[in-house]
């Protein structure tokens, strides 16, 4: 079936977006820009009776998605811009993206906010971390600050599953000889509840300069109230079915 | 035998390579013992990252798609897995990288994509 894109692909003048994806039966290619949509009924199956039917139904079905929002002449992602801006300007598809400064400025970075009653700590440090460091993102590099920034209120009500209340143990060591200083859960939690979590969110991002840049973008607060309602903080998504203390 | 002096042979050779380290931090493009060692070590970094370097975009590839995936689609097969699993079933030849960029560029084409072969 690789036939089919090699032999086609000579049309096209190194333009890598259609030379790969497509897969028409019918021949309807306008040159360099060919309206997406068509592309989307593939012939997915080898005999070409069957896929004759199956490329009609999905492109019937393609265009009525479509069609219910806006027509696809006029639809902005499938405008076909003559000449293609790519043999303009820099080369956008070969080079992998990078953002630019304009891509992280931490004025328009969302701000989650997440209650950490009966939550689990681990779990629950695992979330925040992954959306301060911006891993659930598509445009998520790993030298560059593009997360968000996330609020944990009710921080003295995250739990933690077993005899952990009892037997977690949080350590420091002054540097001097004899200086290390032990605290269990409990004991911790009531001194600076918020060191809680922060000493587990810290331990997931990643250590190094960024790592301390990425640490200040958490905002923990031991109560329910957070002073941040001007950033307009929404909920946090959270996949984990597991967050929740299991009684 | 003649005396002969070195003279400035070995100056000329240790120019040029205090000059490929002259951007080096601290004693490294200033000590000429230290220049010679940190060129080598340049160097070999150099020549083995520039492998490395492919294997890390392919795994910043991987992750963006996954990121993109697995953000929007809400069904039940949202992964890069099967994503790739569904590409080479369907025998789409797209590469890593194009997908990546697509994902970034122009993210609802990807996305489209993805329902019409993720079933």
Same mark, same amino acid.
């Given at each position: 079936m690789a036939l089919v894109c090699g032999s086609a692909?000579?049309?096209? $003048?190194?333009?890598?977006f259609p030379r790969h994806s497509h897969r028409n039966t019918?021949?309807?290619?306008?040159?360099?820009?060919? @309206?997406f949509h068509k592309l989307?009924?593939?012939?997915?199956? $080898?005999?070409?009776s069957s896929s004759n039917t199956n490329a009609r139904i999905l492109r019937i079905h393609s265009q009525q998605q479509d069609s219910s929002l806006v027509p696809p002449e006029q639809d902005p992602r499938f405008l076909c811009v003559e000449p293609e801006p790519r043999f303009k300007g @820099?080369?956008?598809?070969?080079k992998t993206w990078y953002p630019k400064a304009a891509d992280h400025v931490n004025t328009e970075k969302t701000w989650y906010v997440v209650d950490a009653?009966?939550?689990v700590l681990g779990r629950l440090a695992s979330t925040i971390a992954i959306h301060i460091r911006g891993k659930?993102?598509?445009?998520?590099? $790993?030298?560059?600050?593009m997360g968000a920034f996330v609020i944990v209120v009710n921080a003295e009500k995250v739990a933690v599953s077993g005899?952990?209340?009892?037997?977690k143990l949080y350590r420091r060591h002054s540097?001097? $000889?004899?200086g290390m200083k032990v605290e269990t859960f409990a004991q911790l939690q009531n001194r600076i509840p918020e060191r809680i979590i922060e000493h587990a969110v810290r331990g997931m991002l990643p250590k190094g300069r960024l790592g301390r840049r990425l640490f200040t973008h958490l905002k923990v607060y031991?109560?329910?109230?957070? @002073?941040?309602?001007a950033q307009k903080p929404i909920e946090l998504p959270i996949?984990?079915?597991?967050?929740y203390l299991q009684r | 035998m003649t005396r002969i002096k070195r003279g400035y042979i070995a100056r000329k050779r240790r120019t040029k390579i205090r000059l490929f380290t002259s951007s080096f931090r601290g004693a490294h493009s200033r000590l000429t013992r230290t220049i010679s060692q940190q060129k080598i070590k340049a160097l070999v970094s150099a020549n083995r990252d520039r492998d490395r370097k492919k294997r890390g975009f392919r795994g910043l590839w991987i992750h963006r798609i996954n990121a993109i995936i697995g953000k929007?689609?809400?069904?039940?097969?949202?992964r890069y897995s099967n994503l790739l699993y569904n590409m080479y079933k369907g025998q789409w030849l797209l590469n890593h990288k194009i997908v990546a960029q697509m994902g970034i560029l122009k993210g609802n084409c990807l996305l489209m994509i993805a329902n019409e072969i993720i079933t």
């Open positions: 692909s000579v049309t096209f $003048p190194s333009s890598s019918s021949s309807s290619l306008v040159g360099l820009q060919f @309206p989307v009924s593939l012939s997915l199956s $080898p005999s070409s @820099p080369d956008i598809w070969n009653t009966d939550k659930n993102l598509e445009t998520y590099t $790993p030298s560059v600050d005899r952990k209340r009892t037997q540097g001097r $000889p004899g031991e109560g329910p109230d957070h @002073p941040h309602a996949q984990d079915k597991r967050i | 929007n689609k809400k069904k039940q097969y949202n």
